[in-house]
């Protein structure tokens, strides 16, 4: 069992930046591919950015030249920094982790409990 929790969300205006954090109960350098997702109110969860341990960080065009995603293999902790945030931002963000490749691609990873990310003046 692999748990994950999440920091680092909050209020911003548009325009700054946060630093989000997801803190794994294992060591990060075993986990195949660890991935940032949000949910905004009435929407589907929708993927932001992944990073693997054998390829390069991945983006949703929307958040391509903002976001960066990276991994403290040190730490167990991955992080999602956001920069220029912008409201339609706001939403819930969430880390998952899947330890294997082939639990990766089969859906069976592990999720946190989500933090608030709300970008408004």
Request: with cysteine; proline share 3%.
């Amino acid at each position: 069992q692999v748990q994950l929790v999440e920091s680092g969300g909050g209020l911003v205006q548009p325009g700054g930046s946060l630093r989000l954090s997801c803190v794994a109960s294992v060591s990060i350098f075993s986990i195949y591919a660890m991935e940032w997702y949000r949910q905004a109110p009435g929407k589907q969860r929708e993927l932001v950015a992944v990073v693997t341990s054998r390829g390069s960080p991945d983006y949703v065009d929307s958040v391509k030249g903002r976001f960066t995603i990276s991994r403290d293999n040190a730490k167990n902790t991955l992080y999602l920094q956001m920069n220029n945030l912008r409201p339609e931002d706001t939403a819930v963000y969430y880390c998952y982790g899947g330890v294997t490749y082939s639990d990766y691609v089969a859906g069976r990873g592990y999720w946190g409990q989500g933090t608030q990310v709300t970008v408004s003046s």
